[in-house]
């Protein structure tokens, strides 16, 4: 089971939710937790766990080979993203562009372009009782999330048990990040919060799940703060809310100092009972 919590902007709580609610599963089965948002993971501050194994993670980058080049220009034609350019006299590659796609090289009639390894970040897995966490670090001055999402789930696929409840903690927003981290989940859970704001970016990530075709939830954070409008477009949508986090203090003080809130909370734990009893087959 993969559980993807998500939202249509930052801040709303997609991370309090997914650290409290994989330490308040763990108590009965076992959780993968893995921070998706690999430009700025944050899951790790919560957890308490020791190291286990890390990875240095590269993605494939054509290098031109000068002498083997006849400048045919079939690999500017071919490629998508505008990461190749033929001088005539020199082929630029520019990696950030690239998406590894593999077409220039294999389509080289002289094989000048041979994909080459380029590092992107790391990848740490922890382990403390019943939660394994993954997350994943892009380097800096790297320009594409999207390779590490993949490969992150990749290594999550290759620790996972058939009983394992996986818990995604998303990017925020709606682009491809979002859509590479959403799009084998079981269940996708977005969190939003009652504001206008919240209810904007919710609009956004709805269009985002229905587009893909994923079956959606929705989670209220700050319950009790701004207004009703959340739940009317809910109502008025067909779309299930299956839990109303109230808004406290006490729940910023704990996040702020890096501490769950699950086991000190009792409104927040009933949240929680409410999400559980959501989750097919839990």
Not at 1 to 21: E, P
Not at 90 to 107: D, F, K, M
Not at 222 to 234: I, L, P, S
Not at 236 to 252: E, F, K, L, Y
Request: proline content about 5%; some cysteine; hydrophobic content about 35%.
């Amino acid at each position: 089971m993969k559980i993807a919590i998500a939202s249509g902007k930052g801040g709303t709580g997609k991370t309090t939710l997914a650290t409290n609610l994989a330490a308040y599963l763990s108590d009965k089965r076992d959780i993968i937790l893995a921070d998706l948002d690999v430009e700025e993971p944050n899951s790790g501050l919560f957890i308490r766990a020791g190291k286990i194994f890390e990875e240095i993670k590269y993605k494939m980058i054509p290098g031109w080979v000068e002498e083997d080049c006849t400048f045919c220009g079939i690999c500017q034609n071919v490629c998508n993203f505008n990461a190749i350019l033929n001088l005539g006299n020199q082929i630029l590659v520019y990696p950030e562009l690239c998406h590894s796609c593999y077409a220039c090289s294999e389509l080289c009639p002289k094989g000048a372009l041979p994909m080459k390894h380029q590092r992107m970040g790391v990848l740490s897995h922890y382990r403390n009782g019943n939660i394994n966490f993954v997350e994943s670090h892009l380097d800096i001055g790297q320009e594409q999330s999207v390779p590490l999402i993949e490969q992150t789930l990749k290594y999550i696929d290759s620790i996972c048990r058939k009983d394992s409840i996986v818990i995604l903690d998303s990017p925020p927003g709606t682009s491809c990040p979002v859509i590479e981290a959403t799009k084998d989940a079981d269940m996708v859970i977005l969190v939003t919060e009652p504001t206008p704001f919240g209810l904007h970016d919710l609009k956004l990530a709805v269009e985002t799940m229905m587009t893909i075709g994923k079956d959606f939830v929705v989670v209220v954070n700050r319950y009790g703060t701004g207004n009703a409008d959340v739940e009317e477009y809910c109502r008025g949508n067909n779309i299930r809310i299956i839990a109303s986090i109230p808004d406290s203090r006490q729940v910023a003080e704990l996040y702020s100092r890096g501490e769950l809130a699950y086991d000190k909370i009792d409104d927040f734990r009933r949240s929680l009972d409410r999400i559980k009893e959501a989750i097919p087959g839990n």
